[in-house]
């Protein structure tokens, strides 16, 4: 029946459309009066076929329902989004690109354009597993691998002083690798490493650098496994890195730390109050927005957090022709495409960023050992670190350590002895960082005098 009224319907529609014709044509009376009767017609059968579909929709309605509400949701954020705010491909930084001047136009990839989805609470005792020595860091590390100087950076005094964009070049800090879109990120090289060539070649934007750090040197440099965590659809798009950053807190590995920000001094450009509700740890994903459009929740530009020092929030990133270098939070509202905090996103917590030691104590029947004080240094640095003592299972353990050569020296509590007080271990990012260490003492054993005794005395009743 559907089919039928499917045949009427077009073929009215068709008899409309000459009817139309006729009267834009011949403008007549009597060929208005033939469009009046058809569009009646039409209204007719078009009621006869709703009422057939009706019907039809009713039966499935229980099994559509859900499908139906997503995408009305997608497309109800798609337009809001289009109508008000800056799309991916315009991310930008202090100075990342022109200043967006025409309507946004919506991109074709639905989860770019989608608004990032809302934190998931976490419990009270989330852990971060990152190294938070702002002087010496993996994250550190990723930067100067791509060339920049860090040395002559440090040498010039300047270190985690604000300078501006313009003076960098001339300082020999910054590496070879310029601002362009033309590198993902994931470029490596015939030996699996990442191809810095190739992106001196193509160029980086904000996004393509976080995906090189996080998923490209991580994993290929430091041998930091990363292949857990939710990548960007497109790793060079900000608002793609916002999104899986958000789906890192729904998969439980990272969580969103509040914070406010304001201009200082009020409706001046260029600088930004920023206060977080806590310590961000190193390695967390700043995200930022345009900040010409002030309720906007899209992604503009994104960046690694690397630290507060003088009383600035430091982040790594790619915002204009130096290319990879150091910014800071508070700074980023300078250039012509003022940036704005968004989204600050910790390090996923089921990756470890720095080297954990976890040191068992036992003695020679394997039983454990309580109370023996458990300290590292590091033989490169020298630095001395106290792990605490041990528990009733023998374990003492720390996060946080740099990777390295290792002298773990130990004192044991009375009752326990052993020929060495120290042993040598290299804390490594095998078993994601998870460094464990045996430690093997002996139990003193001492015959008591009762026990001499009662021997004495039942040796001398036996004579008896």
Not at 32 to 55: D, E, H, Q, R
Not at 207 to 220: D, I, M
Not at 229 to 246: E, G, Q, S
Request: proline fraction near 5%.
């Amino acid at each position: 029946m559907k089919e039928i009224l499917k045949k009427i319907t077009s073929a009215i529609a068709t008899s409309a459309m000459a009817a139309l014709v006729f009267v834009l044509e011949h403008k007549t009376i009597s060929a208005v009066v033939a469009l009046v009767l058809t569009l009646a017609i039409i209204l007719t059968s078009l009621g006869l076929t709703g009422a057939f579909s009706k019907n039809e929709v009713t039966v499935d309605a229980s099994s559509s329902q859900e499908t139906t509400s997503v995408v009305t949701s997608e497309v109800s954020s798609l337009i809001e989004e289009s109508s008000s705010e800056p799309t991916s491909s315009q991310e930008s930084s202090s100075s990342e690109e022109a200043p967006v001047t025409s309507k946004p136009v919506v991109t074709s990839t639905p989860v770019v354009t989608s608004k990032p989805s809302e934190p998931v609470k976490q419990n009270t005792g989330f852990q971060y597993n990152t190294n938070l020595d702002i002087e010496d860091n993996v994250f550190m590390d990723a930067l100067v691998y791509t060339g920049y100087n860090i040395n002559k950076h440090r040498a010039d005094g300047m270190m985690w002083e604000y300078l501006l964009a313009s003076k960098k070049r001339a300082r020999g800090w910054l590496s070879n690798i310029g601002y362009n879109g033309g590198s993902t990120g994931y470029e490596t090289t015939a030996n699996g490493l990442p191809d810095i060539k190739a992106f001196e070649k193509k160029g980086m934007v904000c996004a393509s650098f976080v995906t090189y750090v996080y998923f490209n040197y991580l994993p290929n440099v430091a041998g930091i496994d990363t292949s857990s965590l939710p990548k960007p659809v497109d790793p060079k798009l900000a608002h793609d890195w916002y999104m899986a950053a958000n789906q890192w807190i729904k998969n439980g590995y990272s969580k969103s730390i509040p914070f406010t920000a304001t201009k200082i001094p009020a409706g001046s450009a260029g600088y930004v109050k920023f206060n977080p509700s806590e310590s961000i740890p190193i390695g967390s994903i700043v995200i930022f927005r345009d900040a010409r459009y002030p309720n906007s929740t899209h992604g503009s530009h994104a960046s690694i957090y690397a630290g507060y020092k003088n009383g600035y929030n430091w982040i790594y990133h790619v915002g204009n022709d130096n290319g990879p270098e150091f910014c800071a939070i508070e700074r980023v509202l300078f250039g012509p495409d003022p940036q704005w905090p968004l989204a600050v996103i910790t390090p996923p917590s089921n990756i470890r960023m720095a080297a954990m030691a976890s040191v068992t104590v036992k003695d020679d029947s394997g039983a454990a050992v309580e109370g023996a004080e458990v300290s590292v240094k590091n033989n490169t640095t020298g630095a001395v670190t106290l792990l605490g003592k041990t528990d009733a299972n023998g374990l003492v353990s720390k996060e946080g350590l740099k990777y390295g050569d290792y002298t773990v020296t130990y004192t044991l509590p009375t009752g326990y002895t052993a020929a060495e007080t120290s042993v040598t271990a290299s804390l490594t990012t095998k078993n994601n960082s998870l460094n464990e260490i045996l430690i093997s003492v002996v139990k003193e054993r001492q015959v008591s005098s009762v026990t001499e005794e009662t021997t004495t005395t039942s040796t001398t009743e036996s004579i008896q």
